[in-house]
C-alpha cells in the first residue's frame, strides 16, 4: 500500500505563486510515472503535467511556461511550482504516481492522493 498526500494549495491572487507537493509513503521499491491532475468544479478530472521514471516531462499546453513538475525519487516527492496564477487554475489538485513494490512487480500498482485545493481570485 501507498500513500500520497498532497500540501501547498490555498487561496492567492491572480499573478501569485504556489508550490504543491506530494509526499508518498509505504511499501516503495521505485517510482515509474508520476503526474499532477486537477478537477475544477462541475469539470472532468484533468491531466496538468506528468514525469517519468526516467525524467521525461508533459505539460498541459494550458499550463506550458507558468507551471514546473519535478520529482525528488530519494525523498519520494513530487511538486509542482504554479507561477502567474490565473483564476482559471482554480480547482483542487491531485498527485498520482504507479508505484512497485518490489523487483517482481513489473507494472506496479497507480495510487491517488486526495487533493489539494488551489483557490486563484481575479
Known amino acids: 500500500q501507498v500513500q500520497l498526500v498532497e500540501s501547498g494549495g490555498g487561496l492567492v491572487q491572480a499573478g501569485g505563486s504556489l508550490r504543491l507537493t506530494c509526499t508518498a509513503s509505504g511499501t516503495i521499491f521505485s517510482i515509474n510515472d508520476m503526474a499532477w491532475y486537477r478537477q475544477a468544479p462541475g469539470m472532468q478530472r484533468e491531466l496538468v503535467a506528468s514525469i517519468t521514471g526516467g525524467g521525461i516531462i508533459y505539460h498541459a499546453d494550458s499550463v506550458k511556461g507558468r507551471f514546473t513538475i519535478s520529482r525528488d525519487n530519494a525523498k519520494n516527492m513530487l511538486y509542482l511550482q504554479m507561477d502567474s496564477l490565473k483564476p482559471e487554475d482554480t480547482a483542487v489538485y491531485y498527485c498520482?504516481?504507479?508505484?512497485?513494490?518490489?523487483?517482481?512487480?513489473?507494472?506496479?500498482?497507480?495510487?491517488w492522493g486526495r487533493g489539494t485545493r488551489v483557490t486563484v481570485s481575479s
Open positions: 498520482n504516481g504507479n508505484f512497485r513494490s518490489s523487483a517482481l512487480d513489473y507494472y506496479g500498482l497507480d495510487y
